[in-house]
């Protein structure tokens, strides 16, 4: 499973974390950037790890910044992304089962990197549940159509 990683400079030093739990793991990562803690905008990260996974480069995305606010604000810009802010394993859960989240945004100034790596967890393994939450997803992309 290929997952592309984006942050900014409020998020780089969690996704550098990220970056290698999932290696040990056994997961390819595209990285996205940024390469440093110097200041650089979110949303040039978030359009492009959203980007990614849209042209399939990636199979799913994780996307860093101070509050995980800005930069999931900006991948769902990106047609097709359905990016979840999570700052517990059960939201994580719920967006996958119910959602169908392709993106999951973090707040590195809101929580700790174990909480971060439990959220991952349950983000990367949990499925979506189709039936009634397919229709309303459908709901979503029939909107962004027209829009
Ligand atoms: C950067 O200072 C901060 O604004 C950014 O990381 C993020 O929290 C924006 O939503």
Redesign the pocket.
């Known amino acids: 499973m290929k997952i592309a990683l984006g942050a ?4 780089y030093s969690l996704k550098e974390c990220i970056k290698g739990y999932l290696t040990e793991k056994g997961y390819e990562i595209v990285d996205c950037g940024t390469d440093s803690e110097t ?1 650089v905008d ?1 949303p040039e990260y978030g359009f492009c790890t959203a980007k990614t996974v849209m042209d399939g480069k990636a199979d799913c995305g994780i996307l860093v ?7 999931s ?1 900006a991948a769902n810009k990106v047609k097709g992304i359905r990016a979840a802010l999570c700052t517990d394993s059960y939201m994580a859960k719920m967006a996958r089962e119910h959602n169908n989240a392709n993106i999951l945004a973090l ?3 809101v929580i700790g990197q174990g909480v971060a790596l439990d959220i991952v967890d349950a983000f990367l393994t949990t499925s979506f549940a189709g039936w009634k939450h397919a229709r309303r997803i459908d709901l979503i992309n029939e909107f962004e159509k027209k829009a």
């Open positions: 900014d400079h409020a998020g200041s979110y910044c101070g509050t995980g606010i800005g930069i604000i707040g590195a100034r």
